[in-house]
């Protein structure tokens, strides 16, 4: 359960700090023998900070939990 609570609390700081990156994907759109033409295409991928925070309380209630039952 300590375990548990660390990991949540590592990612919930982590999700706090940072709102969001971009995801980079290549697509290949034509392919004329030696001739390849890939374009990039940029995704976007954001989260709330709030949700960071969420997590992170998540976890100290957890750890806080886990040493209250050791």
């Known amino acids: 359960m300590k375990t548990f609570a660390i990991i ?5 700081g982590i999700m706090t700090v ?10 290949e759109v034509a392919d004329l023998g030696p001739i390849e033409i890939n374009k990039e295409e ?7 900070p ?10 100290i209630i957890a750890f806080v939990a886990s040493r209250r039952t050791a």
Do not use: R
């Open 8 to 12: 949540l609390i590592v990612i919930g």
């Open 42 to 48: 940029k995704t976007p991928i954001y989260w709330s």
């Open 50 to 59: 709030i949700t960071g925070g969420i997590l992170l309380a998540a976890g």
């Open 18 to 27: 940072f709102t969001g990156f971009t995801l980079i994907t290549k697509k």
